[in-house]
C-alpha cells in the first residue's frame, strides 16, 4: 500500500492535543480524527482509520463513525456516560460502511477513538492513520493528532 497525500489536516487536533485533564481507570473517551478533506480533483473513499501510537493503560475499543448531521456538528470530544458535549453512544454509528469524500471537499462523516483507561496512562495517543483508495489504488496515510488521558 502506498503513502498518500490526498487528506489535508484540518481541525483543532492536527495543531494541538485534545484529551481530559482528569481521567480515571474504567472510563471511556471518544476523540475525533481530523475531518477527512480531500485536497485533490478526484474523489476518495475512506475506507478504515486506527492510532498508530495508543500507550500502555489505554485499551482501543473501536472506531466508530459519525455524521455531522446526526450530532449537530463535529463533536471533538466525549466522554461515555456524560450528556456533554453529546452522548456519543446514542448516535447512529457509520463504522464499516465507506465514506467518499469529492474532491476539495470536507466529509459530512468523522471518525473517533474510542478508548477505555484500564491502567495507568503515562503517554499520549496519537498518529491518525487513514487507509483509502483513490482512481483504483489504495493508500494509507497519517495525520497529526494527539489525545492526552491525563491522571493527576
Known amino acids: 500500500m ?10 483543532p487536533e492536527s495543531m494541538g492535543v485534545l ?3 482528569h481521567a480515571q481507570v474504567g472510563q471511556t473517551y471518544r476523540f475525533a480524527f481530523p ?8 474523489k476518495l473513499v475512506v475506507e478504515g482509520v486506527k492510532l498508530t501510537k495508543v500507550p500502555k493503560g489505554v485499551k482501543v475499543i473501536g472506531y466508530p463513525v459519525y455524521s455531522v448531521n446526526d450530532t449537530n456538528g463535529y463533536i ?15 448516535m447512529p454509528n457509520y463504522a464499516g460502511k465507506p465514506i467518499t469524500v469529492g474532491p476539495h471537499k470536507k466529509s459530512d462523516r468523522y471518525a473517533m477513538v474510542e478508548a477505555r483507561v484500564i491502567g495507568r496512562v503515562q503517554q499520549h495517543l496519537g498518529g491518525c492513520e487513514v487507509t483509502y483508495s483513490q482512481n483504483g489504488k489504495r493508500y494509507r496515510q497519517t495525520l497529526r493528532c494527539e489525545f492526552a488521558l491525563d491522571m493527576k
Open 35 to 42: 475531518p477527512f478533506v480531500n485536497g485533490t480533483g478526484a
Open 2 to 11: 502506498k503513502e498518500g497525500t490526498a487528506l489535508r489536516a484540518s481541525g
Open 19 to 21: 484529551g481530559f485533564p
Open 76 to 90: 471533538m470530544g466525549s466522554q461515555d456516560g456524560r450528556k456533554y458535549p453529546r452522548d456519543m453512544t446514542k
